[in-house]
Structure formats: C-alpha cells, structure tokens
C-alpha cells in the first residue's frame, strides 16, 4: 500500500462488555474449544489467574465486528493479524478503538490499512491487530 | 498435586493429535448466528452476504485431547493469530480445514522455559480454492 495518510487519523472507538462467563462459554460452543481455563475458576487460578479469561479469539472476533461497524457491513476484510498482549478477565470491558495508517484509490474502491487497540477494563491494551480492509466507497 | 514436566515433545504429541485430521465442515447459518450472538452482535440475516470471516476461527477444531490436562498447573494461551482472507464464504459453503504444525520451540522467558507452536490453518472450499489461511501461534510453560 502507497499512500500513508499524512496524519494518523482516530476512527470511532466501540465498548463492548461487560464480557460475562455466560459469554465465554458461547464462545467455547461456537469454536467447539471447551478449554477451561475460559469458565473454570480454579484452573485460572492455579495458573496463577484472578478469574477466567476471555479468550484471545473473542477479542479478534469482536474486531471483524468493530470493522463492520466502522467501515460498513459491505467491507471485506483482506488480512488481520492480532498479537494477544494481555490477559482480560471475565467481568472486563473491552473498548475497541482504531486508527488509520495509510490508504489506497483502487479501481473498485478503496483499501485502507488500520491499527486497531483492544483496552481491558484497567485501559491497558490486552491485544493489538493491523488490518487491511477494503470498501466500495470511501469512509467520511 | 503432582505436576508432571511439559516438554517440547509433549507438546508436539499433544497438537499433532489436536490436528492429526483434515475436518470438513458445512456452513450452516445456526453456527454462524452462535458465533455472532456470542459477540452480542446482529444475527447473520441475509444468505446472500458473505458470512463474517473471522467466523472461520471456528472451524476445524478438535476438543480432545483437552489442552488442560489432569493435574495440569498450565494449559498455554494464544500468542497471536494472522489471517489472510482470498475469497468470501457464504452459507452453505463446505469448508476443508488443512492443518500444519510449522514448528515448536522452546524460549526461555521471563517467567522460565516456554514452549511455542506455530500452526498454520489452510481453508478450502467446496470448489478446492484457498479462501483463507490462518496463521495461529500458541505458548505455554514447560512445566
């Protein structure tokens, strides 16, 4: 991607939360993956855990939500890469927040290259992804 | 409680069963709709749309052997996750998911001897092309 925008440019943010068990355990049945340390307190805890965590997928889920909610339903994501900083415990509100990094004219649309920040209840940044997504029009 | 070493090799054993087979899943719009209301999100109403991709991250999973195992102080977390997204898939699609164990190394950390594993994920569709990959790196304590 060429053109980088000449100042980094905050999208809306999103909050979700908070994240209960009852979501995690929906979580583990829509990804077959019951592992417990996502509604098992004393296995958290013996792996030196305040409580169950939310999984890192679900934090990378709700940001395929946060670009749909950002850019429009029509937007295609091409790549998203996600490093899990840290752990979020259940109870957490995540706050979703982007910015853009560079952005592209194509012949059918535009390509835009985010970073996008997922914040725990404490505001610390539990997960960090950069984005390549492309739309039909250009966002405002 | 006993806790048994976790060793590299252990770790191998234990992913080359969690990924010993290729799995085949429809697309039905129930999955992807319990996907979603996971997310406390709207549910997927329109079949002609192309399915969120990251609902592929739930494609392709094996829950045994369990990544906690008995007497387990430590059943490892996810590192990171990288997808590339080539095509949409829709409800309905049939979806291969080829699975291959890059490699598994042991660093030390902070908090002692950690093993990491990088999986690659490979999706297929009905028609044999590639509509996604996943590239999904795991760490856990050699204890």
Not at chain 1, 124 to 138: I, L, N, P, W
Request: some cysteine; charged content about 25%.
């Amino acid at each position: 991607m060429s053109a980088n925008v000449s100042e980094v440019k905050p999208l809306p943010s999103m909050q979700k939360g908070p994240i209960e068990r009852y979501h995690l355990v929906e979580w583990c049945a829509a990804e077959n993956d019951y592992y417990i340390l996502h509604y098992d307190e004393r296995f958290a805890r013996r792996m030196e855990f305040e409580a169950p965590l939310i999984q890192g997928t679900y934090k990378l889920g709700l940001s395929g939500a946060y670009i749909a909610q950002v850019f429009g339903k029509d937007t295609r994501i091409r790549s998203i890469s996600m490093r899990y900083l840290r752990p979020d415990i259940e109870g957490s509100l995540l706050k979703l927040s982007a910015e853009l990094l560079a952005q592209e004219r194509l012949d059918d649309g535009y390509l835009y290259r985010v970073v996008i920040r997922v914040c725990g209840t404490n505001g610390e940044v539990s997960a960090e992804a950069t984005a390549e997504v492309s739309t039909e029009t250009a966002i405002a | 409680m006993t806790t048994e070493a976790f060793t590299i090799d252990k770790f191998r054993q234990l992913l080359e069963k969690r990924y010993a087979n290729m799995a085949t899943e429809l697309i039905e719009a129930g999955r992807v709709n319990d996907y979603l209301c996971a997310l406390d999100e709207s549910p997927h109403d329109d079949p002609k749309r192309p399915v969120p991709p990251l609902f592929l991250i739930t494609l392709g999973r094996q829950r045994r052997p369990h990544l906690a195992q008995p007497g387990s102080t430590t059943g490892g977390v996810n590192a990171s996750d990288a997808f590339e997204f080539y095509q949409p898939v829709y409800i309905g699609d049939v979806i291969s998911v080829i699975p291959t164990i890059q490699h598994v190394e042991s660093r030390h950390g902070r908090s002692g001897e950690l093993l990491i594993a990088t999986v690659v994920l490979e999706y297929r569709n009905q028609h044999g092309t590639t509509v996604a990959r996943r590239t999904n790196t795991l760490i856990r304590k050699s204890i």
